[in-house]
């Protein structure tokens, strides 16, 4: 069995129900399809940690959001296969807009990126006039039009320090990223109050506990996650930081406060070191991204094959959305990031 070709109807109907009644032959060897039509398609496929394993093996870049943003920036393919999650690949489409740009699952949002309407974003600047706006990357592309720089968890104390001292700052919209980098860079910033629903998830009591189980293991945590978690971490960084760390790190055990996708790069740098994912404070996989988790092997397969869903934006909204993301580029150039 081969898969058919698809009708235009069903192309088109791929961006409102995504993939889910299209069945992909099972005998198909998925990742040498994939190798293949990379090839005859001049694709570059890029994908964030938090991606399954499947997809990280198949990827020609893997990073974090920095990271993908300065591969996009810096392609010469003809196409860009985007395995993360929307925000991610608009900012490779406001770097590429001559480029085909497609996403497995159009639907892959972000809580994060969620919590910050336009609309109510636009009334929030409005009330605090004279503040330079430094937006995190995890926001739609309408919040980076509203915003004068963007920043990732690996640039963020760089970009806030590029600010002159007496400028007031807002920051959007990761609450608890912003009040990290106010305690490192000593900068008050008005903050918009928005979350990740994966980074908060994580129990306190259930990490003291484990950390109390596991007394040679470091406690590792990402940005996003709340205040408490944080002051208890023995080292807190961007996914490529924590994964970084791990690889430096004499020690051989890890508690890893992030999405568990990063743990597949963490073993496979260092075998023989165990990792332990942090756990949620109830009984689901909450610290798995369930929109980073909607693309699968076989979505990549197909969005590649057929080339949607596309990823299409509004010219003016993107030129306007590139200004910031360019300000970000060239500061973490400039820091050597
Ligand atoms: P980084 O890729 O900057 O580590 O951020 C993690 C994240 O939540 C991406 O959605
Ligand atoms: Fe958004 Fe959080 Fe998922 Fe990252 S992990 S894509 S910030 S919901």
């Known amino acids: 069995m081969t898969d058919t070709l698809l009708t235009a109807e069903e192309i088109r109907s791929v961006d409102r129900k995504g993939w889910l009644d299209r ?3 099972p005998t198909l060897d998925l990742f040498a399809e994939i190798a293949r039509l990379k090839k005859e398609k001049n694709a570059v496929l890029l994908a964030h940690y938090y991606q399954d394993a499947d997809i990280q093996d198949v990827a020609d870049y893997i990073g974090d959001s920095l990271g993908l943003a300065q591969q996009a920036e810096k392609t010469t393919a003809s196409m860009i296969l985007f395995a993360g999650v929307h925000f991610m690949a608009e900012t490779a489409k406001i770097l590429n807009p001559d480029k085909k740009v497609v996403l497995p699952d159009l639907r892959a949002g972000c809580s994060l990126a969620d919590s910050c309407p336009p609309d109510a974003f636009a009334k929030f600047k409005a009330e605090h006039p004279g503040h330079v706006v430094i937006s995190y990357i995890n926001c739609t592309a309408e ?3 509203m915003s ?5 968890s690996s640039n963020a104390i760089a ?6 001292k007496d400028t007031p700052i807002i920051f959007a919209p990761d609450k608890n990223l912003g009040r990290y980098i106010m305690e490192k860079t000593g900068r008050p910033m008005v903050l918009w109050n928005g979350s990740c629903m994966v980074h908060e998830i994580f129990s306190l009591e ?3 506990r484990l950390k109390a189980a596991h007394p040679n293991a470091k406690f590792i945590a990402h940005p996003e996650c709340e205040e408490a978690v944080l002051k208890i ?6 996914t490529t930081g924590l994964l970084k760390y791990t690889v430096n790190s004499p020690d051989q055990e890890f508690i890893v406060a992030t999405e568990t996708g990063i743990l597949h790069q963490m073993m496979k740098a260092s075998p023989k070191k165990t990792f332990i994912p942090a756990p949620p404070n109830n009984a689901c996989a909450c610290n798995d991204c369930p929109h980073m988790k909607l693309n699968t092997l076989e979505k990549v397969y197909l969005c590649l094959k057929y080339e949607v869903p ?3 934006m509004d010219e003016d909204l993107r030129k306007k959305a590139l200004l910031p993301i360019q300000r970000m580029l060239e500061i973490s150039r400039q820091q050597g990031l």
């Open 143 to 145: 919040i980076k039009a």
């Open 159 to 164: 970009i806030v320090n590029s600010v002159p």
């Open 23 to 25: 069945k992909v032959d």
């Open 206 to 208: 259930k990490i003291v």
């Open 148 to 152: 004068d720089i963007i920043c990732t």
């Open 233 to 238: 971490a023995d080292y807190i960084g961007s």
């Open 310 to 312: 596309e990823l299409t």
